[in-house]
């Protein structure tokens, strides 16, 4: 029997797929894989990576090797330099190999970014190979990538620097407000991953310059489902207009279990209040089942409901808490669930 990888079960087999967005079960941290089309098949980016061995976390280097073959990486993209975003990159480029590396221009304090002098090397090893470094900031215009485009709404220029000067805790904080926060689609169809940026990151600096520029029909959700998208502490009134602007169908929570979460995440408040946007149903948790999310943007502008793997890459490529290496098991035979036959119109289209 073959094997069932990573690439049949993630890879577009429809040609009118323009772009999919797999986000990707990786325990306490985020990694979402973005699939473009590009008139001859698709490239491939990769946004965030974590490697989670106690919470049986994806493998994403093995996964990423299993999928591309001996095709590059088009970009790996960091939202923000802190670990849960950031592990297992140095392992990644010699996996397979990355065209070009944008991220945030952020520098981690050592408390926090312990995983940033990978990213330095790996970001010296691209660009010795020929490729590029882009230091992603906010526009008000779309950037081309294949057939469809990306929309970056934050870090704003003029901040960046003052962060890379504030004390450990308070970079910390500061980089959540100033994470990268990208939109990948085409005309009013997107789906928009957030990183790790707060309610301080929207109601300051992103929703008022760019509110009408923020819709999406599908949210990767801010900080593992913590409720700091919306308010410090529980008894706060909550932010919601930047939820409302992006005013989604869907929302992904990239996190475990809250058992198995070393922060509590999500925050069951924070669920309420997306399931209060979305309906309990259409907040997606990859850790509740382990489980992978995909979502398709067609040519046509339309897109389908979200499909999932049914815990199988999860299954196949989970990082054994055992092992300091992942602990594959080769479970062929299975796919994941298939889209319906006929596309479901966006409600931005």
């Keep these: 029997m073959n094997e069932t990888t990573a690439r049949q079960i993630l890879w577009p087999d429809d040609p009118e797929i323009l772009v999919r967005v797999a986000f990707l079960y990786v325990g306490q941290g985020a990694s979402a894989v973005v699939f473009v089309a590009n008139g001859k098949g698709y490239d491939v980016l990769l946004v965030d990576i974590n490697l989670d ?19 590059s990486l088009h970009a790996f993209v ?14 990644l480029s010699d996996a397979v190999t990355i065209g070009n590396v944008w ?30 470094e882009v230091v992603l900031e906010a526009s008000r215009t779309s950037v081309a990538v294949g057939d469809a485009y990306y929309h970056v709404v934050s870090p704003a220029e003029h901040v960046t620097d003052d962060v890379n000067e504030d ?28 990183g790790d940026a707060d309610h301080v990151a929207f109601d300051k600096h992103i929703t008022e310059y760019h509110k009408k ?27 919601l207009e930047g939820l409302e602007a992006i005013d989604p169908s869907y929302v ?24 209060d946007q ?39 490529y989970g990082l054994s808490s055992d092992d300091e290496k992942s602990d594959v098991q080769a479970k062929g035979g299975y796919s994941p669930r298939t889209r319906p036959t006929t596309p479901q119109p966006g409600r931005f289209a």
């Excluded at 926060?181 to 085409?186: A, F, H, P, R």
């Excluded at 992904?252 to 924070?270: C, N, R």
């Excluded at 907040?283 to 999932?308: A, K, M, N, W």
């Design 53 to 71: 061995n106690g919470a049986g976390g994806i493998d994403v280097p093995l996964l990423m090797s299993d999928l591309l073959g001996e095709q």
């Design 78 to 91: 960091n939202t923000h330099p802190h670990d849960d975003h950031l592990c297992g990159v140095e392992k």
């Design 103 to 132: 991220h945030s221009g952020h520098v981690p304090s050592k408390k926090y970014g312990a995983c940033y002098e990978e990213l330095k090397r790996v970001i010296e090893k691209v660009k010795k190979n020929g490729g590029s």
């Design 167 to 194: 004390d450990a805790d308070a970079r910390y904080r500061r980089i959540h407000e100033m994470c990268v926060v990208i939109k990948l689609g085409k005309d009013d169809t997107w789906i928009m991953i957030a």
């Design 213 to 239: 520029r923020l819709g999406a029909f599908a949210l990767g959700g801010s900080h593992h489902g913590s409720r700091t998208f919306f308010r410090e502490d529980e008894e706060d009134e909550p932010y």
């Design 252 to 275: 992904v929570i990239s996190a475990p279990k809250q058992t198995e979460s070393k922060h509590g995440h999500p925050d069951d408040d924070a669920i309420e209040l997306y399931a």
């Design 278 to 316: 979305v309906g309990e149903d259409n907040v997606l948790h990859t850790g509740e089942q382990r489980e992978c999310f995909l979502f398709d943007i067609y040519r046509d502008g339309t897109y389908s409901d979200p499909s999932d793997d049914e815990g199988r890459l999860a299954e196949k």
